[in-house]
């Protein structure tokens, strides 16, 4: 996410408000989305560069979400008992509950 950040920098396309991750099973290969939340409108571990290099996983996917989209998820972990004041945004999302509302979201979707 700092390198997309420094890229958006470069471009003056604004700001990463929040981001995360879901690893997503597309026909026989899986694949990782990542939602990201802009103001205005990566740097990825080396199991899924080793992953990616074999073939096990297919593209990345940069799923840019509206502005807000974040809040939801909030809102759904407060609705299940979630305290206010201790909720943190998932880095991963394994809910498919959570994937579905930041999928509803999302605005532009890139392969790499």
Request: with cysteine; charged share 20%.
């Amino acid at each position: 996410m700092e390198n997309f950040q420094l890229m958006l920098n470069e471009n003056e396309m604004g700001e990463v408000v929040e981001y995360a991750g879901y690893l997503e099973l597309d026909s026989k290969q899986q694949h990782l989305v990542v939602f990201v939340e802009i103001i205005n409108t990566c740097c990825l571990g080396s199991v899924y560069q080793v992953r990616r290099a074999g073939g096990s996983l297919g593209c990345l996917e940069i799923a840019i979400v509206r502005a807000g989209s974040f809040e939801g998820l909030a809102m759904v972990a407060m609705e299940n008992g979630a305290p206010a004041n201790q909720y943190k945004p998932p880095k991963i999302i394994r809910n498919l509950k959570l994937v579905s509302l930041l999928r509803d979201c999302v605005i532009a979707s890139y392969c790499y």
